[in-house]
């Protein structure tokens, strides 16, 4: 603008002079007129300059800003969530609560007179018993076998059984009791006390760890359905 004024200033200055000297009218007025198109057109391209450079400035910083925003977003989500991971692996390895009130499985208990091959299979190594026909598995139950490998293994055959009993020894005892091998091995409850109550501190090792002293210990229902309905001299697979 600065430039502009002296531009115009100097024009002032020149179109004076004509004023003041000799030259013929129609040349000076031809001649103002020029200089006068001439300084409107210059000053129509100054102007036009000066708002295009302030129209430039905002439309780059709004780009920036996008830029800018855009680049936090990518890295926001592409940021690894290690919390998260962490807290699921923490949740899948955390080790099954067994309800020992209840049975093994949510679905019914199979009708073995339907199955020609029954056996009852106990993998010590994951403390379960399988409800065997054949190679097909029919049920799965939670145990908990003797301690110190105190549950003998091999294959022997189901034979007495009997409601409840009480070892003074032991100070335990347990219902719905099937024997395995003549009456010191048996299939169980979970542990009693000597009036009868279910030993909560001795059942949570269900389907975790051996803690009976060689019996193989089951949920209460689970007890009492192979006492109820596993025949006599059923194959017993233990190992």
Not at 194 to 220: F, T, W
Request: charged share 20%.
């Amino acid at each position: 603008m600065a430039k502009l004024l002296e531009f115009l200033k100097s024009c002032q200055q020149l179109v004076h002079f004509l004023r003041t000297h000799r030259l013929k009218p129609k040349y000076r007025r031809r001649f103002i007129a020029l200089l006068v198109v001439f300084g409107v057109f210059l000053f129509g391209v100054v102007k036009t300059v000066h708002v295009i450079s302030q129209w430039g400035a905002p439309t780059t910083a709004v780009a920036e800003q996008k830029s800018t925003k855009a680049d936090t977003a990518k890295k926001a989500s592409t940021k690894p969530k290690q919390t998260t991971t962490s807290k699921k692996t923490a949740t899948a390895t955390k080790p099954k609560t067994v309800d020992w009130t209840k049975p093994s499985e949510s679905k019914a208990y199979p009708d073995v007179s339907q199955y020609k091959y029954l056996e009852l299979q106990v993998n010590l190594k994951r403390q379960r018993v399988y409800v065997k026909s054949g190679q097909q598995v029919l049920y799965t139950m939670y145990a908990s076998s003797g301690m110190n490998n105190t549950t003998p293994k091999g294959t022997y055959k189901i034979g007495s059984r009997g409601y409840s009993f009480y070892n003074p020894t032991e100070k335990m005892g347990a219902h719905y009791w099937t024997a395995f091998i003549g009456t010191t091995y048996l299939f169980h409850s979970v542990p009693t006390d000597q009036d009868g109550h279910y030993i909560a501190s001795e059942a949570v090792y269900l389907g975790k760890r051996p803690s009976s002293h060689g019996c193989v210990r089951l949920s209460i229902p689970d007890a009492k359905w192979i006492n109820e309905k596993i025949p006599t001299g059923t194959k017993v697979v233990i190992g």
